[in-house]
């Protein structure tokens, strides 16, 4: 029997701690439910990293859990909820620790994942779950939630606020030059193989600049690994001159130079979900990763896909004979992707929009 969801829910809890892409998702599926019951009190429990992205959202209370900090950390997180109990927990974090996590929260309805798309035994933790929806897209996934509870509204909204700061931030590195955003590289994980190689960003680069005037703005962390990647794109770009951000921005900086870019390239990545939620043009670059579950949700059409052909070339299948969601783990996946699919798609994406942009007297508009 399936535990009542409550019909005028008074104290919604959204438990997702990460990641940047994903918590831009799921911003969506909080304002649907705003727009359903405007009174109530929603508190997401959230990742310190993806809280500094966020801060700030409107009718929104922060609880922020940094992982780095363990049992610890949740015993400090229970104590600081004890006397909450909340109407329904909406658990979309498909991770042990998160599971462990929602261990010390009080709520009437427990609403997880079907099993089907449960992971890390998440249905152990649950005493609701989602009705089936096979095939679905990661946003497609959050906003389940609200359907189950009965949303019918689930029109996009985010809505992310940038303090002025911020936009200081982002106009003090652009100088008011047209930018081109690129984020070479995914999170730094084992058997990740989600960057496409320098020498094709460094072509693509120069094209940008010699053909549509762009100055590229590298952005991302400090890693070993994005450092040499930076490194590898500066050494073989010809006639443009990128200006390397790595380690300069803030969070909501970066969400700010992205609002203020023509465009933004990134593999499977956050920042191909931030240029999403700020409706700023994104070339995403799939070839691991499926972009039919994971690819920026406005600009999806506009992704270069090589991963059919990955997954017929290192898992010797077509896509509808794996599962959903089964990543190609190969290095050499990436470089299926070519010059020439980048710039083709780069040209189209930027004709296509400076076209809406005149069309609508300079306003950006959805594509």
């Known amino acids: 029997m ?65 992982k780095s900090t363990g049992l610890a950390g949740m015993r ?42 449960a992971k890390d035994w998440q249905t152990w933790f649950t005493n609701r779950q989602l009705t089936p929806h096979s095939k679905a897209h990661v946003l497609e996934s959050f906003m389940d939630f609200a359907r189950e509870m009965g949303i019918k ?23 008011g030059r047209p930018a081109l955003v690129i984020s070479p590289c995914a999170s730094p994980r084992l058997r ?19 053909r549509h005037g762009l100055t590229t703005f590298l952005t ?14 500066a050494a073989g770009v010809g006639e443009a001159t990128p200006v390397n951000l790595l380690g300069r921005t803030s969070l909501k900086g970066l969400l700010a130079l992205i609002d203020e ?9 956050g920042p191909v979900h931030m240029a999403n939620a700020m409706n700023t043009p994104v070339l995403g670059l799939f070839a691991t990763t499926n972009p039919e579950r994971a690819a920026p949700w406005c600009w999806r059409e506009h992704v270069v896909n090589r991963y059919p052909d990955a997954v017929a070339t290192y898992l010797h299948k077509s896509p509808d004979e794996i599962v959903w969601g089964t990543r190609v783990r190969h290095e050499d996946a990436m470089s299926l992707i070519t010059f020439e699919d980048v710039i083709n798609r780069l040209d189209e994406l930027l004709t296509l929009t400076a076209d809406h942009d005149k069309a609508a007297g300079g306003q950006r508009h959805d594509v």
């Not at 997180?77 to 010390?104: C, K, N, P, Y």
């Not at 190689?197 to 010699?210: F, K, L, M, P, T």
């Not at 991302?220 to 794109?233: F, K, V």
Request: proline content about 5%; aromatic content about 8%.
């Open 220 to 233: 991302g962390g400090t890693s070993a690994q994005e450092l040499e990647m930076c490194e590898r794109i």
């Open 76 to 117: 400090t997180l229970w104590r600081e909820l004890r006397d909450t109990r909340f109407d329904v927990l909406l658990h979309m974090q498909q991770s042990i620790r998160a599971s462990v996590l929602s261990l010390g929260l009080k709520a009437d309805v427990r609403l997880g994942y079907d099993r089907a798309r």
């Open 153 to 175: 509204n689930d029109r996009l909204e985010w809505d992310i606020p940038l303090p002025e700061a911020a936009r200081d931030e982002a106009r003090g590195f652009l100088e």
């Open 192 to 210: 990740n193989f989600r960057n496409w190689s320098a020498e094709g960003y460094a072509a693509v680069i120069d094209h940008a600049w010699r």
């Open 261 to 269: 870019a023509r465009m933004v390239i990134a593999p499977d990545s």
């Open 2 to 66: 399936k535990h009542p969801l409550p019909a005028r829910p008074a104290h919604i809890c959204v438990l997702r701690l990460s990641a940047l892409g994903d918590v831009c998702n799921l911003v969506p599926t909080v304002r649907a439910l705003q727009r359903q019951w405007p009174d109530a009190r929603i508190t997401w429990i959230i990742g310190r990293a993806e809280h500094s992205l966020l801060a700030g959202l409107s009718g929104v209370e922060f609880m922020v859990y940094d």
